[in-house]
T-cell receptor
Framework: DTGVSQNPRHKITKRGQNVTFRCDPI?????LYWYRQTLGQGPEFLTY????????KSRLLSDRFSAERPKGSFSTLEIQRTEQGDSAMYLC?????????????FGPGTRLTVL | GDSVTQMEGPVTLSEEAFLTINCTYTATGYPSLFWYVQYPGEGLQLLLKATKADDKGSNKGFEATYRKETTSFHLEKGSVQVSDSAVYFCALLRGGNKLTFGGGTRVLVKP
């Protein structure tokens, strides 16, 4: 069990550019989540997948954000036309849906800085 | 909507002191409650959890009891170490999908 991995760990971009982040969940986990964490705050939910289906999206996820999980394994989060307000840590988590209060395991995050 | 409120930090303690971090929540139904910890330079790790009223979660000397009557899940440790310096997050899970987090409490333990 290698844990949840995220790439890149850091991304610096200029306003208006597109960025894409990748998350590789724990292999047997069928649920995958994206959260955003700004400095000094707790993580906020963005979206989650059950296998390849995106089942819920937060209102925080504007139309500039898109997430995919094409084969029910890894996921990508793309931000188009980045804004300075998008600067944050983007966290990925995964869990196995057992029908109860499943523990979500978090990756190390991707820190995005928009200049 | 669901929300979690936890005491603001930083909390500064001496080694071997008693630690309490207060956490209260607002949610309909019967959420599950969690404490996550974030050590410097590392990702969020589950510390403990409780899934129903009066359950006590425990791990690494930390404990928290799910109190439905007071909608609370306070974290305690009897004797902290320098290695417990971290940011602690209280969170709730309702409906089995998204976690709702509090704002985090930074704890600094001095030798």
């Amino acid at each position: 069990d290698t844990g949840v991995s995220q790439n890149p760990r850091h991304k610096i971009t200029k306003r208006g550019q597109n960025v894409t982040f990748r998350c590789d969940p724990i292999s047997e986990h069928n649920r995958l989540y994206w959260y955003r964490q700004t400095l000094g705050q707790g993580p906020e939910f963005l979206t989650y997948f059950q296998n390849e289906a995106q089942l819920e999206k937060s209102r925080l996820l504007s139309d500039r954000f898109s997430a995919e999980r094409p084969k029910g394994s890894f996921s990508t989060l793309e931000i188009q036309r980045t804004e300075q307000g998008d600067s944050a840590m983007y966290l990925c988590a995964s869990s196995f849906d057992s029908g109860g209060a499943d523990t979500q395991y978090f990756g190390p995050g991707t820190r995005l800085t928009v200049l | 909507g669901d929300s979690v409120t936890q005491m603001e930090g930083p909390v500064t303690l001496s080694e071997e002191a008693f630690l309490t971090i207060n956490c209260t929540y607002t949610a309909t139904g019967y959420p599950s409650l969690f404490w996550y910890v974030q050590y410097p330079g590392e990702g969020l790790q589950l510390l403990l959890k409780a899934t129903k009223a009066d359950d006590k979660g425990s791990n690494k000397g930390f404990e928290a009891t799910y109190r439905k009557e007071t909608t609370s899940f306070h974290l305690e440790k009897g004797s902290v170490q320098v290695s417990d310096s971290a940011v602690y997050f209280c969170a709730l899970l309702r409906g089995g999908n998204k976690l709702t987090f509090g704002g985090g409490t930074r704890v600094l333990v001095k030798p």
